[in-house]
């Protein structure tokens, strides 16, 4: 295994040291510090007398005419307490019975931030504590109405700190304001010996939700919700089938800043609102936008649609745009599945990066959806507490949502419902077909009973984008490795998508099977269907079997576009659609039909294909699969500023027609109709449409249709 | 492709277009990485990149440039010496690579990356007690599962004799209860059985491996080969006829798969011989399906 063999690798792998020599980027560690609002040997206002101080004397603002101050401990008695000691009245054997003490303190904070409040308090004999005027605690005194006569049961304080809980007391609190602390002392008898008292008060902040709440590693009976605090606490997940109706928890003791609790016992495909929090109470959720939904019982032919990403952490402008397009093409369909496909927080992953670009950038969807990843060049690992793509990440190593345990969370692979996803990972692991990996994949992608088979990892095996695959010297010939040793793996057993990032460009295959070598070693046996995959236009690609049938072609897509674009020639032969343009790609898989768009920053549909499985399964109106020599060629320059000339072939005599259709696959103008004989024929198009008017520049695609079948070319027009 | 380049340039090969062409694609991504560098030129991750690129080039005296620059920008972290190092690795210096990273190991010891690469340098060097050391480190030191290292020294120890393959099994035992039950780790592991004539032993281990697959056509016949090798040819007989049983269980798609095809008629094939050398044996059907052992 080569651990370091290309120079991102290396930009990696600098980046990660860098950040451990000179603790960059590390996530906030706060301990849950406690925070005293009076400390012990405070100073204390406080009233001793042969009576009580007067009706309210517990609450705010009562005029403390004639009381004295003292620091605590105050007292009499004892060696400990501060002098002069409280006064006891003229007769030993009749001393006063109640000491009255009160101070205010600022708190400078909200109480609902508040997790914690107690008090240390240093007594003797009997206490009544007070906050804001209601009482908060009481100690060693009788039930009932309190008054200046009324004696304590036995206790002493031993200048002890004795710890009691008044969270209770918490909503009395006013925040950024003055509060006001109340405490009455009572003795046990009038001849008592001894007096005391001093108190600390003391809260601790509730946990705030930095990070999420975001779903991880979903099956058909269990997730993993995840969450981070900004200080350390329990964990627990509230969940049921409705806001405000959330009847079942589940939840952690450990206390910790990255959460993590497993929710199990699920019923499949079902939606599931939740909240999360610490032991306490809830901290958020619990609302309409907080939900996942179970996967369906692996097999079941599900209506599934998924999201992917590539390369998008640029916490860019870009980024939003396709973010807030794919939200807007979505509408309120639910969002099944979300896969990214590497580099998801430039320019190192740092956990800063993976803030702002990822955990931030996408907070709402990450509620809702259940995010797979893999690790993309950019993608930090070892980079200290919290640096490191894995502690982001709870990702299926153990099976647990599928598939073949792979014991590791580099590369993994998951069911949902008719569809099983594979991640490899390209940047760390050995590609190599005896590496551990490919000895994995193997015994993985035999064993899957579902229909579609769609695998996913960072470095594309063709593109000719910001990255060039046919380059042995880009990217330490991972994308020629895992085209030489892992695709053989995926076309033996019928893969049907693959999808990559690592270019920023979105490149889009036809249907191909078996092209392992560089871009010059491809022949026509390996076309399996060289047409856009277009229904309406050209056909969906169609794989005859309902399964995983071997070495019947799959569709490759780049789409590393969704938070930048950087160029290229964008023309590698395997391609049918090359844009550098920013977008992302949307599957819809129903059944036995795949369809795919990639939905561009504008929201708009740049690029669309079908595939179809299954013999026999052709929706209504679809052309059947390609089986002849009929043939389309344009033949004049492409762009074209004004028309356009075609040559087509057919194998026999018969009617055909010529049509431009433009990329929603409107049909603008017919080219020619008529009957042909069989043979060579030209036709040219003027550039217009039916109503005579010059198409706007754009992309068009010209279809001819003989004889039941359907070929296509793309035209595109500059003007 | 490197290693080729280079024995192109010992030997004084020429070829007059292919390096042009080769080294285009190389040439632009510099361009590239200067221009990013023109823009962010405190960016030690740039100049990294570019100095790898730039040694690929044959322009070394510029490489190092950039990997000083780099260094400036990175002080005390060890960063550089490693890429320096992978460099000195990828162009054949295995020595001089392994004097690169020997102070970084001793002042980081803890450092993942820098254990693996020296471990692949010493394995390259013939060295595999030291290699195994590097891993026995990185496999101590890495907080992820990451089965390739385990792997690597299994494979390592094999190499020792008899006594290395009993600490590649222990290895990978260890791997196998740390990890969970990687495919690769179990593998190696029946194969090391084997190859010390340990049948029973990598059977347990196979039917281990087995009972936590969801398919086991291809393990029952891996079963049946290995009691045939040994000889026990009515228990082969068995395995394979579980092995057809299992393949006939499965959906029609899933026999149609060329490696399914292939498996069955290898089975098929099994069973003949075992029954030709076997009268006893009786002819398989499709109602005899056996449970897994």
Request: negative net charge.
């Amino acid at each position: 295994m080569t651990l370091i063999q290309s120079a991102l690798a290396r930009r990696a792998l600098a980046l990660l040291l860098f950040a451990s020599v000179i603790g960059v980027g590390f996530a906030a560690s706060t301990q849950a510090e406690p925070v005293t609002l009076i400390p012990r040997l405070s100073e204390w206002n406080y009233y001793a007398g042969p009576t009580d101080p007067g009706a309210g004397w517990q609450m705010p603002g009562f005029p403390e005419t004639g009381w004295s101050t003292g620091t605590g401990p105050l007292g009499y008695g004892e060696d400990y307490v501060t002098l002069p000691n409280l006064p006891y009245g003229d007769d030993p054997n009749n001393k006063w019975v109640s000491y009255y003490f009160r101070r205010t303190f600022f708190l400078n904070e909200d109480p609902s931030n508040i997790g914690t409040l107690r008090i240390g308090f240093n007594y003797d004999d009997g206490a009544v504590v007070y906050i804001n005027g209601v009482e908060v605690a009481r100690k060693f005194m009788p039930a009932g109405i309190i008054t200046w006569g009324t004696l304590a049961a036995d206790h002493e304080s031993y200048d002890t700190y004795e710890e009691t809980d008044i969270t209770a007391g918490i909503p009395l609190l006013v925040g950024n304001a003055l509060n006001t602390i109340a405490v009455e002392i009572h003795q046990t008898t009038v001849t008592s010996d001894d007096l005391v008292m001093d108190l600390e008060l003391i809260h601790s902040v509730r946990p705030v939700v930095m990070r999420g709440p975001y779903l991880q590693n979903a099956s058909s009976s269990a997730i993993s919700v995840r969450w981070r605090s900004h200080i350390p606490s329990n964990s627990r997940v509230w969940y049921g089938s409705a806001p405000g109706s959330l009847t079942e928890m589940a939840g952690d003791p450990a206390a910790t800043i990255e959460h993590e609790v497993r929710l199990s016992g699920l019923a499949p495909q079902s939606r599931y609102y939740y909240a999360v929090g610490d032991y306490t109470a809830p901290l958020t959720g619990d609302d309409d936008s907080t939900f996942f939904r179970t996967n369906p019982v692996p097999g079941d032919a599900y209506p599934t649609r998924a999201w992917v990403i590539g390369d998008a952490g640029w916490n860019s402008v870009g980024q939003q745009l396709v973010r807030n397009a794919y939200a807007t093409y979505a509408g309120n369909r639910d969002t099944d599945l979300w896969l990214m496909l590497g580099d998801n927080a430039y320019n190192a992953g740092t956990d800063a990066e993976y803030t702002s670009s990822v955990f931030n950038m996408y907070r709402g969807m990450l509620r809702k959806w259940c995010l797979w990843t893999t690790r993309g060049n950019h993608d930090l690992i070892y980079g200290g507490p919290a640096n490191d793509y894995y502690d982001h990440f709870t990702l299926p190593s153990a099976g647990e949502a599928g598939g073949v345990a792979s014991t590791t969370e580099a590369y993994y692979s998951f069911d949902y419902g008719n569809i099983h996803f594979i991640c490899l990972d390209t940047e760390g692991t050995s590609l190599l077909t005896d590496g551990a990996m490919a000895v994995w994949l193997r015994q993985d992608i035999a064993a899957t009973y579902q229909p579609w088979t769609i695998a996913f990892w960072h470095h594309p095996p063709y593109t000719r984008g910001s990255h060039i695959s046919d380059n042995e010297f880009d990217s330490g010939a991972r994308m020629g490795n895992v085209r030489r040793n892992i695709l053989p793996i995926l076309d033996s057993t019928g893969v049907d998508l693959v999808l990559n990032g690592h270019s920023h460009s979105y490149e889009r295959s036809f249907l191909l099977n078996g092209h392992y070598g560089t871009s010059g070693t491809l022949t026509a046996a390996m076309v399996v269907d060289s047409g856009f995959g277009r229904p309406g236009i050209d056909g969906p690609y169609v794989k005859p079997t309902l399964g995983s049938g071997p070495f019947e072609g799959a569709v490759y897509v780049v789409a590393g576009s969704s938070g930048t674009t950087s160029g290229g020639t964008l023309n590698h032969p395997v391609m049918v659609e090359s844009l550098n343009l920013l977008g992302s790609l949307v599957l819809d898989v129903a059944g036995n039909r795949l369809d795919a768009h990639f939905i561009g920053s504008n929201g708009a549909a740049l690029d669309s294909f079908t595939i179809v499985k299954g013999p026999g399964i052709l929706a209504a109106g679809d052309p059947p699969v390609h089986s002849s020599t009929l043939a389309l060629a344009l033949s004049s320059a492409n762009p074209a500023r004004r028309g356009a000339r075609f040559d087509f072939t057919l194998p026999r005599g018969g009617s055909a027609r010529l049509d431009i259709f433009d990329m929603a696959g409107r049909r603008l103008a017919r080219v020619a109709q008529a009957e042909f004989a069989a043979g060579s024929h030209r036709a040219d198009w003027s550039g217009r449409s039916a109503s005579g008017e010059h198409v706007a520049a754009g992309v068009y695609f010209a279809v001819l249709e003989s004889g039941g079948e359907r070929r296509a070319v793309k035209v595109v027009i500059a003007r | 492709m490197l290693l080729a380049l280079l024995l192109l340039t010992t030997l004084g090969l020429t070829v007059a277009s292919a390096p042009a062409a080769a080294h285009e694609p190389l040439r632009t991504q510099i361009d590239e990485l200067t221009r990013q560098i023109a823009a962010d030129p405190t960016n030690p991750s740039l100049l990294l990149a570019r100095a790898e690129l730039l040694r690929m080039n044959e322009q070394p005296q510029r490489a190092e440039a950039d990997l000083r620059e780099a260094q400036r920008l990175l002080p005390g972290s060890p960063a550089v010496e490693i890429v320096r190092a992978a460099m000195l690795r990828d162009a054949g210096r295995l020595i001089a690579a392994e004097r690169q990273l020997d102070p970084v190991i001793a002042a980081a010891p803890q450092l993942v990356e820098a254990r693996a690469l020296r471990a692949e340098v010493r394995e390259a060097l013939g060295r595999a007690q030291d290699a195994i050391a590097d891993l026995d480190q990185a496999i101590a030191q890495t907080r992820r599962a990451v089965p390739d290292l385990w792997l690597r020294r299994a494979r390592l120890l094999a190499t020792l004799g008899a006594a290395g393959e009993q600490r590649a099994l222990a290895s990978l035992d260890e791997g196998l209860r740390t990890l969970g039950p990687s495919p690769a780790l179990a593998e190696l592991a029946i194969d090391l059985e084997l190859r010390r004539g340990a049948t029973d032993a990598a059977l347990v281990r196979l039917d281990r491996m087995m009972a936590g697959l969801p398919r086991k056509e291809t393990m029952l016949a891996r079963r049946g080969e290995i009691l045939a090798a040994a000889g026990r040819t009515l228990e082969a007989w068995v395995a394979w006829s579980d092995a057809l049983a299992a393949i006939e269980a499965l959906p029609a798609h899933k026999r149609a798969a060329p490696a399914l095809l292939a498996l069955d008629s290898r089975v098929r094939l099994a069973l003949r011989d075992a029954q030709d050398s076997e009268p006893s044996a009786p002819t398989p059907t499709p109602t005899t399906v056996r449970t897994a052992p």
